[in-house]
């Protein structure tokens, strides 16, 4: 597997991702709707093409002579456009993609879901701490719910083209400047309750995307978070206080993550060894 297709390249995990795949032996295609982006290098290192993928001809263009796809062209976060927006448009980006990768018989497809289908921003508490993929799923919003029946197209079309079809469930991506908002989040628990005080690198999150595209798997959902949350208050002493009676596995220790990555490890070899803690 060597020619991959990048969806969604010139957004922050998109960029991430590219280099990453670049670095690391691949040729990438890049595509996202604008002018090719100041970041790629030069065109005999990384092709692009401005494509809308919300059109199906776009789509299997861009597609076309790829190995795999690493799709990440979607709206990124309910509240940026209009909720029916949001909802038909990442379905139809989703779908499209889908499809085409498995009319062209692409050899994996790896693509973009979203913590948020776990419950996000658990106004109703999770039923257990960490939370991991075997949690009901519980979208509150139209953009969780793209993703969600995301999943379900995906395992169909997996089902049907026996492609692997591999879902990152992307925690709260954090490029580095981002960090710097963290100590305002210190002395209140409940600003980021919304997730669990979970959070993601963007080098995690690229790693993840390079690791899936080669793991032995078929059409499966891998939650992607960092190792630590956010905060400097211990995770059982969060969980305590903000969703007391939720029960807290006994191997919760200090710091760790309250969005369980034990699978990604496990399945994936997901590593994600840069914490916030080194810069503070």
Known sequence: MTTV???GAAGKVGRWTVLDLLQH???VVATDLGPRPAFLPGEAEAAYLAADLEDYGDTAEVLAGCDAVVHLANVPAPGLVPPARTYTRNTAMNGNVFLAAAQLSLRRVVWASSETTLGLPFDRPPDYAPIDERHELRPESPYALSKVL???MARQFSR???????ALRFSNIMERADYERFPSFWDDPHLRKWNLWAYVDESHVAQSCRLALTADVAAEAFIIAAGDTVMRRPSRELMAEVFPGV???DSVDRHDTLLAIDKARRVLGYSPDFT???LF
């Open 5 to 7: 297709c990048v969806t």
């Open 25 to 27: 032996g691949y040729d």
């Open 150 to 152: 995301g999943e379900e």
């Open 160 to 166: 049907w083209s026996g492609i692997p079809f591999v």
């Open 247 to 249: 029960p807290v596995r």
């Open 276 to 278: 916030w803690r080194e």
